[in-house]
């Protein structure tokens, strides 16, 4: 890593960035910005066609990627992922904890098979791979650096549905905490960003059941990809050195405070 005392730099050269569901959404662009800024990206996510897509696409940049078909409510995938990135780029040193589902529905209306799905992707895979992650870099004595995504509903619930959901990226939030702290001491920073109502095939989902809900926002726009770039980079950049346990609320102003 560049010498943080020698100013802002988002150079990731040298860098292997593993970043979960990156087959459209914000996870997409996260593994296109960690790319174009020279970390060598691990893609990660179900579909096996889209993965191979983006990796065609990063590398007619100039990138370097590799795709592993991941499923984060399978533990053992995840573990034998992690192995395989490291063999693959190297040890990983880049963390974006990115995958999630949504429920959209009441507590009462959901499906114990639901309930499974939505706390094993958004919460015990990012627990686990966390974990798995930080163990290489222990092991090593290598410093890293963790993003965990979260959402603004883990601090805002107006009960529409999605119960789940905001509970299990409030947990994220917290697990960004509670591992800042007992990973300090080994250079493992662990931040978090909590974006606001942001383009993803989970918002259209939500927009074709509730209508365009953006004019309610107070500068009536959903967020595009690119405005948590900023973020992001500071985040996993030499710059970030002495911040962890951080979360950063990105809403556009969309949620009162």
């Not at 569901?21 to 790319?35: K, P, W």
């Not at 098979?113 to 686990?128: H, K, M, Q, S, W």
């Not at 001491?185 to 809900?213: Q, W």
Request: charged content about 20%; aromatic content about 6%.
């Amino acid at each position: 890593m560049t010498d943080p005392s020698q100013g802002f730099s988002t150079d990731l050269s040298g860098q292997v960035a593993l970043v979960t569901g990156t087959t459209s959404g914000l996870g997409r662009r996260f593994a296109q910005v960690l790319a174009a800024h020279g970390a060598k990206v691990a893609l990660t996510g179900r579909r096996v066609e889209r993965l191979a897509e983006l990796e065609k696409e990063i590398q007619a940049s100039g990138g370097q990627c590799a795709s592993f078909p991941l499923d984060m409510t399978d533990a053992d995938n995840i573990l034998s992922v992690a192995a395989e990135v490291e063999q693959a780029l190297g040890t990983i040193s880049i963390l974006v904890n990115n995958a999630g589902i949504p429920d959209a529905k009441y507590a009462t209306q959901m499906s114990v098979e639901l309930i499974d799905d939505v706390i094993g992707t958004n919460l015990r895979g990012p627990y686990i791979l966390s974990c798995e992650v930080a163990r290489r870099l222990i092991k090593k004595k290598q410093p890293g650096r963790m993003v965990n995504i979260s959402s603004i509903g883990a601090f805002t619930y107006e009960g529409h549905g999605a119960a789940l959901y905001s509970m299990t990226k409030s947990a994220i939030a917290r697990m960004t905490d509670v591992l800042a702290v007992e990973w300090a001491k080994f250079h493992i920073n662990v931040n978090c960003i909590a974006p606001g109502l942001f383009e993803s095939e989970m918002t259209d989902g939500m927009l074709e059941r509730m209508g365009d809900f953006s004019r309610d926002n107070p500068r009536k726009r959903i967020g595009r990809a690119h405005q948590l770039d900023s973020t992001l980079l500071y985040m996993v950049s030499p710059s970030s050195d002495a911040v962890t346990g951080t979360t950063i609320k990105v809403d556009d102003g969309q949620t009162p405070r």
